[in-house]
Each structure stands twice: as C-alpha cells, then as structure tokens.
C-alpha cells in the first residue's frame, strides 16, 4: 500500500450509558439533568470509527489521524484522559454543545469548518470518518452534511469494512438491510465513511500512546474554539421517559419442560 | 396542510417494498396536497401499484445509474424530485438507501433533516414528527420552521398503504448524472439458511454471553448452543439477536456462536427491530441492551439469575431456569 491517508474522525462524547438520563424541559431546548455531572464516554460508533482509522493508518505508513470533537471542553478533556490512551491521534477541539437535541445542520457547519482549517490536509488523500448515528441524537445525518460542505460526494453509511488496495482504490461493505452488506469499489478518496461497529475490537489502554497523545491533546483544548449550536428553528413540543416499568413475573422451580410448553404456547398466541 | 412530496425508490423486481407504503400512508394521513417521487430503474410497473393513492403528481427519476443504491446518484436524483415538487415537507421511508443519501440533499436545499420519524402529526397547524433520542432513552415530539424538512419514516411504525393499483400518469424529470467514483460491485448475504436477520418475524431470539460460558460439568457447549439456538430458530422462524458481550467475543478469538455477528447485535450501539415478542437466553438485560428492546412488545427471558436486569421490571416474566435445558425442550415441542 504506497498512498498515505489523511483521516479525519468526527466522534463526540455521550453520557455514559449506564446512567439514568432524565430530560429536563424549559424555555430553550431540552437538555439532560445534571448533564455536566454525569460521567461521559466518547460515542460508541465514533469510538470505532477512530480505532478502524488507527488501523488503517498504521498499515499504511505515513498516514495521520486526526480526532474532531465538538463538546463541552472540560468534558473532552476528562474522556481524551480515557480515549488518549487507545490510538494515536491528533485532537482538534470545539467547545460547544454535545447534547442530542441539537440540530445536525449546525453540528456539521462546526466540524466541516474545523476540518477546512487543519493546516496541510490533501483532499486527494482525506477520507473523513464518523460513526454512523450517534447515540445522543442519533440520526445519522451529521457526516453526510460535513461531506457536502467539503465537496465530498463518495459517501458511505453503515460501514464494517474499508480494504485499501495496492492502487490506492478501496473496497467498502455497507450494512443494508437484511443482515446484509453492500459492496463498492471507490476509485479514490475524497470520502466519507460513516462506521457501525466494524470488526476491530476495542484496544487496550497503551500509557505510551496516552502520554504522546496527550503532549498535544491539553494545548488543542486550550485551543478549543467556541461552536455555538442555536438550533434556532428547531422546537420542542414534549421530550418523556416511556413508560416502560414492567410488572415482571419471576417463575422459579418450574421444571425446564414445563417453562417450554409455556413459551410455546405464549409464542403461539396472537 | 403543506404541500409534501414522498420519496421512494424501487426495489430490485421494480416494485415498491413495504416501508415505502409505509411512508405513503404517513403521508396521506397527514393531508396535504401530495407528490410522489419515484427513483429506480423503470418506474411505472412502482407508479402504477400506488397509481389509486390519490396523489397530485407521480414525479421520476428512472434510468441505469439509478438502479443501485449510491449516494451521488440517489442524491442527485432526489435533489432534483425535491426542486421539481417545490414542496414544503419531504417525506421518505428509512431505508438504507434514502437514510445515507436525503441529510445531504437537506443541506443542498438549504432545508432541515430528521430521521428515525416514528409517527407524524399535526401541532398548531403544522407538521410534528415523534422520535427517540439518546438511543430509545427518551421520545420527544418536534417540528421545524425551516423548509423544505427531510423527514424518515422508520419501518414498522406505520400501516402499510394498500389500494387499487391502475396506470399512472408519470412526469420524467431530467438529471444530469454526476460523477461518481464509486461502483457498487454487489451484496454480501449469508447464505439462505445461514440468514439469521428476519425483520418481520413475529419472535426475536436473542442469545447472550453465558451460552459460551462454561456450564455446570465445566465445559463449554459451544456446539451444542449453536445447534440448539439454530434449531429453535429453523423451528419458530425467529430472528436472532445477541448482546454486545456475545457479539464482541468474535472479536476476541474466544469461542463464539458462529452465525453471530455485529449485525446481530441488539442494544445502545446495535439495532433496535421491531417485532411483537421477544425472548431473552443467558443474557442478564443490562440497560444498554435493553434499550435495543424499546419496541419488542412482549419480553421474556431465561437467565440463572433471579436478580438479573431482566427481573427489574425489563421484562413481563422472568425463567429462572438453564437455557441448555430449556431449549431442549423447546425444539423438541416445536419439531
């Protein structure tokens, strides 16, 4: 593989999902109680959109990955402690809103406008990565947007898989549905790629990689330009918690045959 | 009502699938004065199986490059259906293909997109989408000022138009094809009895981590769980799922159940399928599972634990039972 690659990954931070969210309703737009309390994650699908990219980066030598992240500055900071220490890459900050409700279209005007100003990006080597919904807002709109404002029309949703072959073409496997993949063939980049889950499993922590991370990480925060997101003609009109409490029935000590007429006869009710 | 146009594209027999008279009957419900574009290789044999739906106009965009789903085609396509009908809500079924090609059309309109729409509205005289946020957690009910507004109608959520089918009278639209980089070579699919992913089966089945764990003669059944959990499958035709913890197993060269992959995966960072039951095996229903669950009406679970997540209220009953035992039961009642 001769071409280096530039890539760009979009991925933000998300309450961790383990926390009770609450909405809380007011004048603005929505937001979650104690939000900036709560401990955070970096985006689940952003976070494998980042370690597929430090793969693909480092099979291909003299390749770069920079981390987009638009969020509120002392939270970036607490989750690049965490997610420093996975892969190498470069930060450039946003300090701005992370919440679910805002609006995509604003997002993706701030991370478009922060990728056109990293300095020496090649558009004929940049693929720009994601992941491809959030799981704050999750609408899977974001990216496409960046791309346009780009000029990025080769655009992929749902990946799994990138293989970058010897003449600087790649193969991409898009989910479809039906458990199903599609399979294209980019001639070259430019391109967007929104990840699913891919086939990389999470690393493990690396201090050596969190120290070198993070040399560069702290002054990026200080850098963080400000992004507001209005969300100006977006309204709310209610935001709830379903109503999901179950009266859940615990059978004990009933033999195994018994449970299985049971469910047989409840897959069998209409 | 505002004038709103429905996208749809055509499948591979030239037809159109059931979320797109989904997205129809959402549309017709909500009143406006309707169009409908259509986008695929021949669109009359897809105008004319929806020709009795009332619609004012039947809009196309038809022809080679638009057979295959890809996104500098599907855009331009739509963007031109969407200029052409000058309408002021854009309705569209969620599919794969419209769900990686509309945001960009949103933004090239200088309009606004929402996507996972579960149902649609009228508030205050205009047009309010529902849908969830932070991954079926919370569901707000919006509406936008801005327009045109890219609206995805989810699968499952809607009736499914039906209604007399006649010839329709079709507009072709004119595209300049843009150029595209990307071929799309084809589609990769187990193979027909591999294929484990049924969108509209009545059951999901959804396998966790403890089958790979080992069971009380300490050894692990690795194979005697993939013939078990396949039978069962053959047997109700359910789909299957798995949690994050089973799924991701594969990923670590740890013993795993062969025909699961990612695109099984159920939970915050996988899918959430719609469908009327569903049973839960050797999984403890932590919460970033479980919200996968949000529209699974009926649960039921098989897990050791009396404690397990499933017991806290997640489920309508909880088998405090071995699943290994369970199912062997199972299959031989179903056989």
């Known amino acids: ?270 | 009502m505002e004038s709103i146009l429905l996208l749809v594209h055509m499948e591979s027999d030239g037809l159109l699938a059931k979320p797109a008279l989904e997205a129809l009957a959402a549309a017709l419900a909500l009143g406006g004065e309707l169009t409908v574009g259509l986008v695929g290789g021949a669109a009359q044999p897809a105008a004319n199986q929806i020709a009795g739906c009332g619609a004012a106009r039947f809009l196309v965009v038809a022809g080679d490059p638009y057979t295959q789903p890809r996104y500098a085609t599907d855009a331009a396509a739509a963007e031109a259906l969407c200029r052409q009908a000058g309408a002021a809500l854009v309705l569209a079924p969620a599919t794969s293909r419209w769900a990686r090609a509309l945001p960009g059309v949103a933004y090239r309109l200088g309009g606004r997109v929402d996507t996972h729409a579960t149902s649609l509205s009228v508030q205050d005289g205009a047009p309010a989408a529902t849908r969830w946020f932070y991954r079926q957690r919370m569901e707000a009910v919006l509406s936008r000022s801005e327009r045109p507004w890219v609206v995805l109608l989810d699968a499952g959520c809607n009736p499914a138009w039906t209604g007399p089918a006649g010839t329709a009278q079709v507009e072709a639209v004119t595209v300049e094809t843009p150029p595209t980089r990307t071929t799309v070579t084809g589609v990769q699919a187990p193979k027909a009895d591999e294929q484990t992913i049924r969108p509209d089966a009545r059951l999901l089945f959804v396998a966790g981590a403890g089958w790979t764990k080992k069971q009380p003669d300490g050894a692990v059944h690795g194979a005697e769980a993939e013939t078990l959990i396949l039978g069962f499958l053959r047997a109700a035709k359910a789909s299957l799922g798995g949690s994050k913890s089973l799924v991701d197993l594969s990923g670590e060269g740890q013993p795993v159940l062969r025909f699961m992959t990612h695109l099984n995966q159920i939970g915050q960072t996988g899918a959430t399928p719609r469908h009327p039951k569903g049973l839960s095996t050797c999984c403890h229903g932590e919460e970033p599972h479980v919200v996968g669950w949000r529209f699974v009406n009926q649960r039921r679970a098989i897990n050791l634990d009396p404690n397990c997540g499933w017991a806290r209220g997640k489920a309508d009953v909880l088998y405090v039972a071995d699943a290994f035992e369970v199912m062997r039961h199972l299959n031989k009642l179903l056989a």
């Not at chain 1, 760009?8 to 609450?22: E, F, H, N």
């Not at chain 1, 995509?104 to 990565?129: N, Q, R, Y």
């Not at chain 1, 709109?141 to 073409?169: A, P, Y």
């Open chain 1, 1 to 270: 593989m001769s071409t280096p690659l530039q890539i760009v990954v979009c991925g933000s931070i998300v309450p961790d999902p383990l926390q009770t969210l609450d909405p809380v309703t007011g004048a603005g737009s929505p937001s979650i109680k104690n939000e900036m309390m709560l401990p955070a994650i970096l985006d689940p699908w952003a976070g494998h959109a980042l370690y597929e990219a430090a793969h693909l980066a480092q099979k291909t030598p003299g390749s770069k990955v920079w981390l987009v992240s638009l969020g509120p500055k002392a939270k970036l900071q607490q989750v690049m402690m965490t997610v420093a220490q996975k892969v190498p890459f470069e930060l450039v900050a946003l300090d701005g809103t992370a919440s679910g409700f805002s609006d995509s279209f604003e997002t993706a005007a701030a991370l478009a406008g922060a990728i056109a100003t990293i300095p020496g990006l090649d558009h004929s080597k940049l693929l720009v990565f994601g992941g491809w919904e959030s799981a704050s807002r999750g609408a899977g709109s974001t990216l496409q947007m960046v791309g346009e404002r780009l000029g990025i029309v080769e655009q992929f949703q749902g990946v799994d898989q990138i293989t970058v072959r010897e003449d600087g073409s790649f193969e991409v496997l898009e989910r479809i549905e039906g458990g199903r993949h599609q399979v294209s063939i980019c001639a070259a980049p430019p391109a967007v790629l929104g990840w699913a889950t891919g086939h990389l499993p999470e690393p493990r922590n690396n201090p050596q990689v969190g120290m070198a991370n993070m040399r560069a990480i702290m002054p990026a925060l200080q850098r963080a330009k400000a992004a507001p997101i209005s969300s100006a003609g977006l309204r709310f009109h209610s935001v709830s918690l379903p109503k999901q409490q179950r009266e859940t029935r615990i059978v004990k000590n009933m033999p195994a045959e018994e449970i299985a007429r049971e469910i047989v006869a409840w897959i069998g009710e209409e």
